[in-house]
């Protein structure tokens, strides 16, 4: 199977692809666009600032590639946000594969959030063998509120969506590569697919 990372330079690649690893795959990170094409899944990464990573995106292509693939894609943080209509982040157009502005935490909350959350309301094979109410890793000041593509809730100060999914596209809010047996089994579903 082959499995691409994308690099468009946002952060936390080696913590992703050790977490494919211990699943018994390997992961090619690459901004290459025949590679990202031919791969059997997609990982699409995030760690940064919303219009910076969009910047990077539009500067190599690929912000036309991406909504355009055929094959399962996983967008993990910002990746999953980048995927949204837009962030109010720097004020960002998004890729718009999900119907979903992203948004600011108020300010009754500390942001960013940080530290192992409840995810509950799981619809989708992403969350095969996961309990309601099992606990995953975030870091993050935005989010994106619930809507019709929200497969997974979770709540800080308001309820908002800890995962998002449209046809072959799949977002998590959260880190699954972080997130211990229960990442774990959710990068597994996935890879599955």
Known sequence: MKIVIINYGAGNIQSIKFAIKRLGY?????DDVAEIKSADKVIFPGVGEASSAMSKLRESGLDTLVPNLKQPVLGICLGM??????S???KTKGLGIFDVNVVKF??????PQIGWNEISSLKSTLFSSIPEKSHIY???SFYAPVCEE??????Y???YSAALQKDNFYG?????????KIGEQILRNFLKM
């Not at 946000?81 to 837009?86: I, K, T, V």
């Not at 108020?106 to 942001?111: E, F, I």
């Open 81 to 86: 946000q980048l995927m949204c209509n837009s």
């Open 157 to 159: 100060g308001v309820n």
């Open 88 to 90: 109010e982040e720097g």
């Open 138 to 140: 975030m870091v993050h």
């Open 150 to 155: 929200t497969i997974a809730v979770s709540g």
């Open 26 to 30: 390997d992961a090619i990170l690459t």
């Open 172 to 180: 998590t809010q959260f880190h699954p590569e972080k997130s211990s």
């Open 106 to 111: 108020t300010k009754d909350v500390k942001v």
